[in-house]
C-alpha cells in the first residue's frame, strides 16, 4: 500500500459507469441555506485527504460465470486503479480498498463508495478529483473493489461490499471514522451496491464480515432497483443477465450486423421463473421497509442504460415505507456523463440531504 496527501481539483469528477452526478430539474429539496463551508464549491478545490492504498481487504474464491464468461469482453475504462499482483492461493482474489483520511480531532464521517461498471468491470478510481466536496464536508472516504461478474455472479459484489464495511467497523478508530456517520455512496452499478449494502438482510452477509456499522444515509446515482425488469429493458438487459449468472447469451442475428454495419447487441433468451427470482432477490425493491437509512436518489429522465422507472419506483416505495428520501431529475439527462455546472449542482444537494439527515455536520 502506499500514503500520500491527496489534493483535489473541482470539475474534473468521474462520470458515466463509474460515479455520477446530475442536476436536480426536478426536485423535491433539503432545507437550503447552510452556512457550511462546503456550500462554496470554491473550498473543494483545496480540500485534502491522506490517502493510503490498496489495503487488502478480503481474499475471496473466483467463482465460475457461465453467462459472463460467454458474451463479449466489456473492456476496462479509464481512470481505474492498476491490477495488482494477487498474492492468496490459486482460485482467489484479493480485494482492495484505498482510504482517504480527512484530518479532525474528532471522528469524521466515513463515505463508502463503490464504483460503477454494470457489475462486469471497473474497479476504484486511480485519484480522489470527485471526493474534493466530501473532504470539505469533513468527510472520510473509503473507495471499495468488490468481484466483477467474470470474477463471480451475483450475490458476490454484495457480499464483499458488507465485508468492505465490516472492515470500516473494524479499522473506525486506525482511522478516525465515526461510525454513526457512516455513508454508502455509488452510480449506476454502485449506487444499486450502496442500496443493497443499506437494505438488504443479514443473509447477504458472510459469516467472517458479521460485524457490521449502521448505515446513516444512501447516495444513489441512477442505480438499478429492480432487476427482474432490467432483465428485459433494452439497456441493462447484458448486463443484468451476465451479473446473475444463470443463463447464456443468444446467437447474434446475422441480419443484423449485415444490413447495420455494426456488431449486433447482445441477445439473451426470456428470462426463466429461476432468473427471474434471483432477479428479485438482488433488487432493492425487494427489501424497502420503514427503518431504512435515509436515501437520496439522482437521475436522468432520459436514461437508455438504467432505465428512468427504476428510480421512480424505489421513490415510491420509499414515501410508502416513510423512509426519509429525496429525487433529483434531470430533464433530459442521460445515465451520467453531465456537465460540471450540473455535477456541482447536483453535489451542493447531496450534501445539503446529508447535513439534513445529521450524516454531515
Known sequence: MRKRQAAVAVGSLIVGFLLGFCLPSQAQQPAAGSASAWSDPATWKTATATETDNIVYATVPLIRNQSAAASRDPGVPKG???????????????????VYQVASSKPTPVVIQIHGGGWIRGDRPDSSRSF???FAAGASVVAVQYRNAIDAPAPAAIEDVRCAMAWVKANAKKYNFDLNR????????????????????????????????????????????NLAEGLTQHGSMDFTHQWLG???PLAPAASSEETTGRPAAPRWPEPSAA???????????????????PTFIVNGDSDH????????????ALDEAHVPNGQYIVVGGGHGNFSPEEQHKSMLLSLEFLKAHDAID
Not at 481505474?80 to 492461493?89: D, V
Not at 432468473?275 to 431504512?292: E, I, Q, R
Request: contains cysteine; hydrophobic residues 40%.
Open 305 to 316: 442504460t438504467v432505465d428512468p422507472s427504476q428510480s421512480a419506483e424505489l421513490k415510491k
Open 80 to 98: 481505474i486503479r492498476t491490477t495488482l499482483p494477487n498474492t492468496g492461493p490459486a482460485g482467489t482474489m484479493d480485494l482492495h480498498l484505498d
Open 246 to 248: 444463470l443463463d447464456l
Open 182 to 225: 457512516v455513508i454508502t455512496w455509488g452510480g449506476s452499478a454502485g449506487g444499486h451496491l450502496a442500496l443493497m449494502a443499506a437494505y438488504a438482510p443479514a443473509s447477504f452477509t458472510p459469516k467472517t464480515c458479521s460485524d457490521q456499522p449502521k448505515v446513516a444515509a444512501v447516495l444513489d446515482d441512477y442505480g438499478p432497483t
Open 132 to 134: 474534493g466536496p466530501l
Open 275 to 293: 432468473v427471474l427470482d434471483k432477479a428479485k432477490a438482488m433488487s432493492p425493491l425487494t427489501y424497502v421497509k420503514p427503518g431504512l437509512p
